[in-house]
């Protein structure tokens, strides 16, 4: 079952601070950030495991909550280069091994 | 390293025609991963690998079927295109060898495809 990122959208001035948020009906193994900018594939920005680790991005944070099921993203003091559209994946059990579902997207957009 | 690359970049099929599409890594990835996008939306998994020889479904394996006779390439066909598989196509790799994914997917610069 696909993971509920909200908000869908978000527009921001150079500088402003945004909170993405994603949660799942199902327990986590863990989650995933990836930023995708139009035209071009995902890039990979922050893993958060099970018991508080974390892997990524020096200038973005988040967090997870294990037991709500959700995980947030933070971008602080927002730049241009961060305008692009944030997918949130949520590790799940697969026949041959664990797999990637990915959320709609956030779409963010940073004007000057 | 030139990392997960795909071929062709575009392509543009009639309905019921067939095609491969080709995905590459060079940096030795046990997992590998066939995901489709469509306008406005997020990531669906197709078929996806955790080793050579080895193939899974994913969420929408529906119309499409995929081989990784070798570590480095995973292939996914189309035996017979229909226009609600026109979409863009991402093939992902990964070193998760543990069974989780508690590693970076590293996406190719994806396939768009038309199917009319």
């Known amino acids: 079952q696909q993971p509920v990122q909200s908000p869908q959208a978000v527009i921001l001035r150079e500088g402003e601070d945004a909170v993405i948020n994603c949660s799942s009906s199902k327990a986590l193994y863990s989650v995933h950030w990836y930023r995708q900018k139009h035209g071009e594939a995902p890039v990979f920005l922050m893993i958060?495991?099970?018991?508080?680790e974390q892997k990524g991005h020096d200038k973005i944070s988040a967090s997870f909550n294990e037991k709500k099921q959700q995980s947030s993203l933070y971008l602080t003091a927002s730049q241009l280069s961060y305008s692009g559209t944030y997918f949130c994946g949520t590790e799940k059990y697969g026949s041959a091994g664990n797999m990637l579902t990915f959320g709609g997207g956030t779409r963010l957009m940073v004007k000057p | 390293n030139a990392g997960v690359t795909q071929t062709p970049k575009f392509r543009v099929l009639k309905t019921g025609q067939s095609m491969t599409l080709l995905c590459a890594q060079d940096?030795?990835?046990?997992?590998m991963y066939w995901y489709r996008q469509d306008p406005g939306m997020g990531l669906r998994l197709i078929h996806y690998?955790?080793?050579?020889?080895?193939?899974a479904k994913g969420e929408v394996p529906d119309g499409y079927n995929v081989s990784r006779l070798k570590k480095q390439n995973f292939l996914l066909g189309l035996e017979s295109a229909a226009p609600s598989q026109t979409s863009v196509y991402f093939c992902?790799?990964?070193?998760?060898?543990?069974?989780?994914?508690?590693?970076?997917?590293?996406f190719g610069p994806g396939t768009r495809l038309t199917v009319l």
């Open positions: 958060l495991l099970k018991g508080g």
């Open positions: 690998s955790v080793g050579e020889g080895t193939t």
């Open positions: 940096m030795n990835h046990e997992y």
């Open positions: 992902a790799s990964s070193s998760s060898t543990s069974g989780s994914l508690a590693d970076t997917q590293y």
